[in-house]
């Protein structure tokens, strides 16, 4: 989906430094979804955010990272004191109010970090 | 959890063969099957999905089937073009309101030769 927009495409941090992820969902969308792909892996699911809300964060490492999803703003994914295995690309996905049927995810472009 | 297996990791076929690429799940709760290609440094677009009610979807050149009983499903690419060089990951989940929590296959490379 063309609406989901990341930045910055490319980061790269020293190790100990912070990384900041920002996803701005599609207009009018409430849910926010974030993936981690690590090198040649599949994306493997990280948290489910609404409005001011972490609805489920069981995806997420216990230290170093967190996510929001502010009133205002893009989400944002915070990784404290990178490592090189944080080397990776962080999808974020959007959607509207869920429906019964389930939504169909769509990701934004990415955000490729490299751990030097 | 769900764990979804997915095979061949490669597979190279010549152009105007087809293309099978298979998943198994194992969470019998699962019913929702979504494909997605990821060309290389580009984000995963979704080609194609299926949900538990259906055993088989068709969209031009690609088709996806579900067998529910013995949990997998598969994607059929036909007339393989060059163009469909990718990475396709398959996925799965419990659908409904949890359809945001994918769990992926490790991804097939497929190479389509002209």
């Known amino acids: 989906n063309a609406g989901v927009m990341q930045n910055p495409r490319h980061l790269v941090r020293r190790r100990g430094q912070e990384a900041r992820l920002r996803c701005s969902p599609v207009?009018?969308?409430?849910?926010v979804y974030w993936y981690r792909q690590l090198p040649e892996e599949g994306l493997k699911f990280m948290v489910y955010l609404q409005k001011e809300n972490i609805i489920d964060e069981s995806g997420m490492p216990k230290e170093r990272f967190s996510a929001e999803f502010p009133k205002e703003g893009p989400s944002i994914l915070r990784i404290q004191q990178v490592v090189r295995g944080d080397s990776a690309a962080y999808f974020c996905a959007s959607s509207p109010i869920p429906s019964s049927s389930g939504n169909t995810i769509y990701f934004g472009e990415g955000s490729w970090l490299t751990v030097v | 959890g769900e764990n979804v297996e997915q095979h061949p990791s490669t597979l190279s076929v010549q152009e105007g063969d087809s293309a099978v690429i298979k998943c198994t799940y194992s969470d019998s709760a699962s019913n929702y099957f979504p494909w997605y290609k990821q060309e290389l440094g580009k984000r995963p677009q979704l080609i194609i999905d299926i949900r538990s009610n259906v055993g088989e979807k068709k969209d031009q050149r690609i088709a996806v089937t579900l067998n529910k009983t013995a949990k997998h499903f598969s994607l059929h690419i036909t007339e393989t073009q060059p163009e469909d060089s990718a990475v396709y990951f398959c996925a799965a989940s419990i659908g409904g309101g949890s359809n945001y929590k994918l769990t992926f296959g490790k991804g097939t490379l497929l190479t389509v030769n002209p």
């Open positions: 207009k009018g969308h409430s849910h």
